[in-house]
């Protein structure tokens, strides 16, 4: 390969990160301007290479729903490769999650985001039947 080309490929890749970044922060704009369904934390999840990056972002802090996150990961049969993750005046989960290469079913985008959707929902019933106790 020439320079050129190196040139080109690794400027096409910053502009698709750019464009990713931008998408992103509008997620997180629209979720902090709007109640967002009684606070509900916010999910999104890309398809990578080899795995999927799963956001999860909440305007507030939510004691107890980084433990049933992991746990739907790993009911997925997920590896947590890499993970960031912020707790105190709101929740952030930045986690950068692999299938299992024993798992015998393929997972999509969609099924992972689905589970971390009813991860929440479970999370958020059992908080709020805490609460009335």
């Known amino acids: 390969m020439n320079k050129a080309s190196i040139v080109v490929d690794a400027s096409k890749y910053i502009q698709e990160l750019k464009q990713k970044v931008e998408r992103l922060n509008q997620d997180i704009?629209?979720?902090?301007?709007?109640?967002?369904?009684?606070?509900?934390?916010?999910?999104?999840?890309?398809?990578?290479?080899?795995?999927?990056?799963?956001?999860?972002?909440?305007?507030?802090?939510?004691?107890?729903?980084?433990?049933?996150?992991?746990?739907?990961?790993?009911?997925?049969?997920?590896?947590?490769?890499?993970?960031?993750?912020?707790?105190?005046?709101?929740f952030r989960l930045q986690a950068v999650g692999g299938e299992n290469e024993e798992q015998s079913e393929c997972v999509n985008a969609q099924v992972v985001k689905q589970a971390v959707l009813e991860a929440i929902k479970n999370w958020s019933e059992s908080s709020e039947q805490q609460e009335y106790l």
């Open 29 to 90: 704009a629209a979720a902090q301007s709007s109640n967002y369904r009684n606070h509900l934390p916010m999910v999104t999840v890309e398809t990578l290479e080899k795995g999927f990056m799963i956001n999860v972002f909440s305007d507030k802090s939510c004691p107890g729903l980084l433990v049933s996150v992991l746990e739907a990961f790993q009911e997925l049969g997920l590896n947590v490769l890499e993970a960031r993750v912020s707790c105190s005046d709101s």
